[in-house]
């Protein structure tokens, strides 16, 4: 069975960086495609950001040119580059496959402040 523990999350000031690691395990990483999600409080979750098994990318606009998805097949581990961080990326981030699995981590929660 699939499981992710994503962590690297943090309390931090507008415009700062932060970068956030999730490392699978119970699955063939280097032939699946992976992203990162998000949940604000009351909000639904949504897509941040994906990669493929070729390393092809894609973002929401929200983030695209501030944030970097890549990923190591060695190390098993998606990591989330997010630079020029804004209040409106508070949230708790989660990654899963994609297509999703129905298995999620506990999330790494990233709080930035004004």
């Known amino acids: 069975q699939v499981q992710f523990v994503e962590s690297g999350g943090g309390l931090v000031q507008a415009g700062g960086s932060l970068r956030l690691s999730c490392a699978a395990s119970?699955?063939?990483?280097?032939?699946?495609?992976f992203a990162w999600y998000r949940q604000a409080p009351g909000e639904q979750r949504e897509f941040v950001a994906g990669?493929?098994?070729?390393?092809?990318?894609n973002y929401d606009d929200s983030v695209k040119s501030r944030f970097t998805i890549s990923r190591d097949n060695g190390k098993n581990t998606v990591y989330l580059q997010m630079n020029s961080l804004k209040p409106e990326d508070t949230a708790v981030y989660y990654c899963n496959t994609l297509p999703l699995s129905s298995t999620w981590g506990q999330g790494t929660q990233v709080t930035v402040s004004s």
């Open positions: 119970g699955i063939t990483f280097s032939i699946n495609a």
């Open positions: 990669i493929g098994s070729s390393r092809n990318t």
